[in-house]
């Protein structure tokens, strides 16, 4: 079982910049991170291949956020610029277990999750 343990959250101001780390233990396949704002539901942020060739993000950080990973340190991040009060939230990496075709943006088809990072943005 890999486990997957994010860091770097914490208070930002609007404008300014946060970088999350998501680490695993073990080898993961292609990764996402999302997040969740209170009582809202979990939400796709950014997603990465495996080998880094293909990157995806939600309308609302593309331009802003930008997500990588070192396979060979098992560490994805996600460096967010320019943030906005509206980016607060508890954010999670997830990853796949397994090589597939599709990069996916669901969370449901993620099978190891991070205990979450808490983001909060002030304005």
């Known amino acids: 079982q890999v486990q997957l343990v994010e860091s770097g959250g914490g208070l930002g101001q609007a404008g300014g910049s946060l970088r999350l780390s998501c680490t695993s233990s073990g080898r993961t396949y292609h990764m996402g991170w999302f997040r969740q704002a209170p009582g809202k539901e979990r939400e796709f942020v950014a997603a990465?291949?495996?080998?880094?060739?293909?990157?995806l993000y939600a309308d609302s950080v593309k331009g802003r956020f930008t997500i990588s990973r070192d396979n060979a340190k098992n560490t994805m991040w996600l460096q967010m610029n320019s943030l906005k009060p509206e980016d607060t939230a508890v954010y999670y990496c997830a990853a796949d277990r397994a090589l597939g075709l599709i990069v996916n943006t669901k969370p449901n088809k993620y099978d190891y999750w991070g205990q979450g990072t808490q983001v909060t943005v002030s304005s």
């Open positions: 990465i291949s495996w080998r880094s060739e293909r990157t």
